[in-house]
C-alpha cells in the first residue's frame, strides 16, 4: 500500500492550496480517508476526514470554514482544499487512510509521507 501526497508548498496569507493524495497497491472501497498535519515542535494532528461515500465529513475546529475534503474513488484519490491560508497552518500535512473512527477521532491504518506546507505572513 503506498499513499503518495502532492500539491505542498510556500503560499502568502490568504493564499490557496490543494493537496491530492493517490492511494496505490489496493483499493480503498469503503474506506475513511483523511489528513493530518505536524507543525515544527508540536504534535501530529488531525485535519480533516471523509467517509468512503464522501456524505460525512470531519474538520478540526481550526480549518472549518477554510478547508474542504473530498474524494474521488475511481482514482483512489483524496483532495484537501485550503483557502484563506494562515501562517499558523504552516506543518507537514499527511494523507491517511483506512481505520475508522472512534469517538469522533480519527486512527487511520495507514500513512503516506508528508508534504510540507509553508504560510509566509
Known amino acids: 500500500v503506498q499513499l503518495q501526497a502532492s500539491g505542498g508548498g510556500l503560499v502568502q496569507a490568504g493564499g490557496s492550496l490543494r493537496l491530492s493524495c493517490a492511494a496505490s497497491g489496493r483499493t480503498f472501497s469503503g474506506a475513511v480517508m483523511g489528513w493530518f498535519r505536524q507543525a515544527p515542535g508540536k504534535e501530529r494532528e488531525f485535519v480533516s476526514g471523509?467517509?468512503?461515500?464522501?456524505?460525512?465529513?470531519y474538520y478540526a475546529d481550526s480549518v472549518k470554514g477554510r478547508f474542504t475534503i473530498s474524494r474521488d474513488n475511481a482514482e483512489n484519490t483524496v483532495y484537501l482544499q485550503m483557502n484563506n491560508l494562515k501562517p499558523e497552518d504552516t506543518a507537514v500535512y499527511y494523507c491517511?487512510?483506512?481505520?475508522?473512527?472512534?469517538?469522533?477521532?480519527?486512527?487511520?491504518?495507514?500513512w503516506g509521507p508528508g508534504t510540507q506546507v509553508t504560510v509566509s505572513s
Open positions: 491517511a487512510a483506512g481505520g475508522g473512527f472512534i469517538s469522533s477521532t480519527y486512527y487511520p491504518a495507514y
Open positions: 471523509i467517509t468512503w461515500s464522501g456524505s460525512s465529513t
